[in-house]
């Protein structure tokens, strides 16, 4: 039940055709714990099997945010507390639902209306169909707190326009809807005061495509672009490192700002970033799937993520104190080990 008032955390509805789900956690920006990833699998589960659901909608209750992601304040709680298995559930039901999301006999839909971060960047972009808003704010931040990109983003990012997608995960840059565009993040842009329309339209049975068709409008021009060929040159290197090299060859105030924002990443979290998206790559969503969780089951036990989110929920504003401090200190075998099968077997997806 959701603390606040009482309600499910998730809210499941038929309307007409449409399975409508909503992530009903607004004064948390509706960002999810445990409990919500099981309802969403559940209610996911049951329009799926429904013949009379045309189409699933996953929307975030209020008009601040789709999700901001994982619940860090669960997180935090549970981490300080010695519980392990609680963290490495929420993990774990990440990549299983994206994975249930891409392989939906139904089509789907996520109405990106607000803050879209962490994990909720992978709940929304393993919908068949992304719709962006005016408040549309996309962002994967999990590099500065001792994290990295999960659910499914070592399969998508490396999939955007060029390098765009290495240059998101590791300066966790927030995009608005015009970008997230360009970048394949989202399938079209309809104005907030249109998407009960949208729904309803859906809810009478029409074709996700043909609905956002018959809704979509100019976002505008994205900013992207105007970096494309730097982006390029610098996020194509062979480690972060280089990365941040080259970044400094450039002598622009946009490359200067991108060094400062590394700056304050951590260093370990930007390394085994970037190896990720590079094998994720070639791999398939399943295998990339099970990586994600191989890396995020290391990192809840490291104690950068302990130290990320203390910065931000504890003692805010504090500069946190990353292990090891700088690229130079990282232990490259360190890094390799976390790729590596669990020792308790690997996830086994739905």
């Not at 209020?62 to 901001?68: E, L, P, R, T, Y």
């Amino acid at each position: 039940m959701n603390p606040v008032d009482d309600e499910p955390v998730v809210l499941a509805e038929r309307r007409g055709q449409l399975g409508r789900i909503t992530l009903n956690r607004p004064d948390a920006f509706n960002s999810i714990n445990v409990a919500m990833w099981r309802a969403l699998d559940a209610a996911i589960s049951d329009f799926d099997d429904d013949p009379a659901v045309a189409s699933i909608v996953v929307e975030g209750a209020g008009d601040k945010a789709f999700s901001a992601g994982g619940d860090l304040h669960a997180l935090h709680g549970a981490l300080t507390q010695g519980d392990f298995e609680t963290p490495l559930a929420m993990v774990g039901a990440a990549c299983a639902m994206n994975y249930r999301m891409r392989t939906l006999a139904t089509p789907s839909v996520a109405l990106l209306d607000g803050v879209v971060m962490g994990s909720g960047c992978s709940l929304a972009i393993s919908a068949s169909h992304r719709i962006a808003t005016e408040r549309t704010r996309f962002a994967m931040p999990e590099a500065g707190i001792g994290f990295h990109p999960d659910g499914g983003a070592h399969y998508f990012l490396p999939r955007c326009p060029g390098e765009t997608g290495m240059y998101l995960a590791l300066t966790g840059t927030r995009i608005t809807a015009a970008d997230a565009l360009y970048m394949g993040l989202a399938t079209a842009y309809v104005p907030s005061e249109r998407l009960a329309d949208l729904i309803g339209d859906l809810a009478g049975g029409d074709a996700p495509d043909d609905v956002a068709a018959k809704f979509a409008e100019d976002a505008g021009a994205p900013t992207l672009p105007s970096h494309e060929e730097a982006i390029e040159r610098c996020f194509s290197k062979s480690s972060v490192a280089s990365i941040v090299g080259a970044l400094e060859d450039e002598e622009s105030d946009w490359a200067a700002h991108t060094v400062d924002t590394l700056s304050g990443k951590a260093p370990f979290s930007l390394e085994l970033t970037f190896r990720a998206l590079r094998a994720g790559r070639g791999m398939g969503v399943e295998d990339s799937l099970i990586m994600e969780n191989r890396l995020s089951t290391r990192m809840l036990g490291r104690s950068d993520f302990l130290e990320g989110i203390r910065t931000i929920l504890v003692d805010k504003g504090d500069t946190p104190k990353w292990r090891p401090a700088s690229l130079a200190e990282i232990n490259d075998a360190e890094v390799e080990a976390c790729f590596a099968p669990l020792d308790g077997g690997d996830l086994v997806l739905p």
